[in-house]
């Protein structure tokens, strides 16, 4: 087990994606360094998984809400790490799911393989996010930005919000990765741009009654000036994201 974690560390310098140590949980380096993701590691490298899924305090026996899980890359690794006595619940909001083929269809042929039988398909519209008992996680990566647009039905985040507080057990931790908007943008860009306010989103999920924990800056990124759409290829897959950690009481 040293050795993994001093493995994932050394990948972790080499980027050079942070300045300060993050500590590797065991549980989450074992995950990560699993040998049947050796497809997956040019990903880790740009989205630090390890350093992410530490912050978020995942451990053995959680129960994950995951939400629009996409291609399931998080989802395998929550699915490790929790293990055979956790539980992950993939959610795909109705109204992404019809964009997202064939992703949606994917997740639920995972949740039947059996080395993946710990995960759960939830399929639920945009304004009524619920779980079938309460968790110890709720995960969102790139898609909170997604609420208030168009296509989702144009749905205030704070409904989304207060739904997560009330689907998470007491001292549940409510993690948010997402693409970064120009500071005292607001929503402006969310339809546009694809991007969302750090402070509007800490302002939102604190007005929702929880916990600010703080902050890390892994997948912060200088170069990316906040004035382009995540998808153009200047920017894609090196926007600059900010990744916040807040707590039910």
């Known amino acids: ?15 050079g994606a942070f300045a300060t140590p993050v500590h590797i949980s065991a549980p989450v380096a074992a995950a990560v360094a699993a040998p049947d993701r050796a497809a997956e590691r040019p990903t880790d490298a740009r989205r630090h998984p390890a350093e992410v899924l530490s912050f978020s305090g995942v451990k053995p026996r959680d129960t994950v809400a995951e939400l629009i899980p996409g291609s399931g890359y998080f989802t395998r690794l929550f699915s490790k790490i929790v ?15 019809k964009l997202a083929h064939p992703d949606p269809e994917n997740s639920l042929t995972l949740s039947r393989t059996p ?10 519209p945009a304004r009524a996010f619920a ?9 969102t990566a790139q898609n909170y930005h997604d609420y208030p647009d168009k296509f989702m039905g144009k749905v205030d985040p ?30 402006r860009d969310t339809d546009t741009l694809h991007r969302i306010d750090p402070a ?23 170069a990316d000036d906040h004035s382009k759409a995540v998808f153009d290829p200047a920017v894609r897959g090196q926007t600059d994201q900010f990744v916040m950690k807040f707590a039910k009481p």
């Open 83 to 97: 293990g055979p006595r956790g539980h992950v619940y993939a959610v795909w909001v109705e109204e992404y799911a």
């Open 1 to 15: 087990m040293k050795r993994i974690l001093l493995a994932v560390a050394l990948t972790a310098v080499a980027a």
């Open 131 to 139: 779980t079938p008992r309460p968790v110890d996680l709720v995960f």
């Open 200 to 222: 509007i989103v800490k302002a939102q999920v604190i007005a929702a009654g929880f916990r600010y924990v703080g902050a890390m800056d892994v997948l912060k990124n200088p």
């Open 115 to 124: 080395s993946y039988g710990n995960i759960t398909v939830l399929t639920q």
């Open 158 to 187: 704070m409904v989304f919000d207060r739904a997560v507080f009330k689907a998470l057990k007491p001292g549940g931790v409510f993690l948010i990765v997402d693409h970064a908007a120009a500071a005292g943008s607001g929503m």
